[in-house]
């Protein structure tokens, strides 16, 4: 956490509509986690979804709500994994990967969170 | 009115694994102490085979393995962190907690206006789970001592329970064992069962005056927390397992210095506790905030575990990581109204010197405890006592079976494929 800053002092004179805003320095974390309580910070290894690469951190919220269209963190067996949530025309939800074959969702499988961020280093 | 709802993890220890671990979910698991020494949490399925809480791990080793029973060494890292996320969400619940142990808090609930609070409990208990992956139970109270009763009610039920209705009481705390009182343990039921108290009724309904006599001042108090009158503060009655030393500041405390100075005290305190107690610990758990109440302040609530290398009863081995954690958890410009720690992970002298000795060769650890007792018996307590003090070997306590730290190191995060 970081404190606020004051654009500038505080003076007799006209003020000018520029200074009525505190700035503050830039917190990652703070910009990047909206409820840390509910923020986890996983690994991606190897690639399974097109813009994930091996070792890249991934931000997981467990808050939101996993709906279609997002990336979810998941558990099936003792492997976990990413996957894109979407729903077939039949409305039963599936897991789509980029690379390997489409699961469909059962009781096996743990939706454990929702991927927020990716941070890959170039 | 006040009200109090008393929060509290199931098999809190267990459950943490199971957030990183769902495959766990359904099957027997338990967790061990430092030094994998003694079993310190079970999961429902573990509990139903019949082992017990604090049985020496080594004398159950082969049926866990028999029946296929999850083993894993503490995380107390992990368990930590967790423990900081719950509190973390409470406080959204309701500003005025009061964190009674790693996974227990007293929601105090001022002014509260609810009338019906069963969709106030239920939504607290759905949103840890939703949020951490931790299962609680919730129950509520206009004292502290029926906030805990009713918890015990809603592990048992459906995971909330509200025992502030008089007339429901009446019926419930005839059938509500004393043994499973808050302040009241078993050796004590024993006694009360002698002047024919069985249950938390009699108990309430028996002369105050007679209680405090035979039984002490603690439990007269009991007699008047069951009757709705609020008068047990709460370090007066520790939780089971562990050791808490804490204080709200009388003035801000802002300089690292008084900080270090107050946690110094508070590790003294805690220390001499746990020598009491004739126990060893295996992990601290530091935590500091700012006053809630003064919304001008900037708002800091933090908390940091260290696991000892070695399992220690040593006040100057507590006081110098409890520095070293406030010094960790410390920001400048801040103005704190509360620290503390706990002393996590206690266990008994005598467990701690056989497991230590008896590592080495399992198959003649019944004799070595035989040994050791004559010993003791012939030659003082203090005997073996000093020696294993004395042997601060580099015997790194075992944590074979420990999960990775996965939510406080980078380098142990959880992997996805």
């Known amino acids: 956490m970081h404190l606020p800053l004051y654009l500038s002092k505080v003076s007799a004179g006209f003020p000018s509509p520029a200074e009525d805003y505190l700035a503050d320095t830039l917190d990652l974390s703070r910009h990047l986690i909206a409820h840390p309580a509910a923020t986890f910070i996983i690994r991606a290894k190897e690639q399974s979804l097109i813009g994930i690469f091996d070792d890249d951190i991934l931000i997981v919220d467990k808050s939101i709500k996993p709906i279609c269209g997002k990336i979810v963190f998941v558990s099936i067996e003792d492997q976990f994994l990413i996957k894109r949530l979407h729903k077939k025309l039949n409305g039963k939800p599936i897991l789509q990967s980029d690379y390997c074959a489409a699961i469909e969702v059962n009781n096996e499988i743990y939706i454990l969170g929702v991927v927020i961020y990716v941070i890959h280093p170039v | 009115m006040t009200l109090f709802a008393l929060v509290d993890c199931n098999n809190f220890y267990v459950s943490c694994e199971r957030a990183f671990n ?23 399925e573990a ?10 791990f080594y004398q159950c080793q082969d049926f866990c393995k028999k029946n296929n029973v999850f083993v894993f060494s503490s995380n107390y890292e992990l368990y930590g ?3 900081q996320r719950i509190m973390t969400l409470l406080r ?31 939504d607290i208990r759905e949103k840890i789970k939703k949020f951490t992956g931790i299962p609680v139970s919730v129950g509520l109270g206009p004292t502290k001592t029926l906030a805990k009763a009713a918890n015990y009610l809603a592990k048992n039920t459906s995971g909330v329970f509200d025992l502030c209705d008089v007339n429901q009481q009446e019926k419930i705390l005839s059938e509500f064992p004393i043994e499973r009182l808050w302040g009241i343990g078993s050796k004590l039921s024993r006694r009360l069962k002698k002047y024919n108290i069985h249950n938390a009724k009699e108990l309430r309904d028996s002369h105050p005056k007679m209680i405090h006599r035979h039984f002490g001042v ?7 927390e069951l009757k709705g009158i609020s008068c047990i503060p709460l370090d007066s009655i520790q939780p089971r397992k562990q050791i808490i030393s804490s204080r709200s500041f009388g003035k801000a405390v802002t300089t690292l210095n008084d900080l270090e100075e107050a946690i110094s005290n508070y590790a003294a305190t805690a220390a001499l506790k746990l020598r009491n107690q004739q126990c060893v610990t295996g992990a601290i758990s530091v935590f500091l905030q700012t006053n809630r109440y ?3 302040d900037t708002q800091y609530s933090n908390s940091v575990t260290f696991t000892f290398p070695v399992p220690t009863a040593d006040t100057s081995y507590i006081l110098h990581a409890a520095k070293k954690c406030i010094k960790h958890l410390y920001r400048k410009g801040y103005r704190y109204n509360k620290a503390g720690l706990m002393l996590l992970d206690l266990t008994p002298i005598s467990i701690f010197q056989f497991d230590m000795l008896a590592k080495s060769n399992p198959q003649k650890s019944e004799l070595m405890m035989e040994t050791m007792d004559k010993i003791n018996h012939f030659m003082g307590k203090e005997t073996v006592f ?19 730290r996965y939510t406080t190191r980078w380098s142990e995060l959880v992997k996805v494929v």
Request: aromatic share 10%; glycine share 6%; net charge negative.
């Open chain 2, 294 to 296: 003064r919304e001008q």
């Open chain 2, 81 to 83: 962190d967790m423990s």
């Open chain 2, 92 to 122: 959204q619940f309701c500003p005025d907690i009061e964190v009674y142990s790693i996974d227990e808090a007293f929601l105090v609930l001022d002014g509260f206006m609810h009338q019906d609070f069963s969709l106030f409990l239920t």
């Open chain 2, 22 to 44: 769902p495959i766990l979910e359904g099957k027997p698991v338990v967790v061990l102490s430092n030094n994998d020494g003694c079993i310190i949490s079970r999961s429902a």
């Open chain 2, 218 to 224: 603690m439990t007269a108090r009991v007699i008047e």
């Open chain 2, 47 to 56: 509990k139903k085979l019949g082992i017990l809480m604090g049985a020496p």
């Open chain 2, 386 to 404: 000093f020696c294993a003090q004395g042997i601060q070997r580099p015997w790194q306590a075992k944590f074979e079976k420990r999960t990775s």
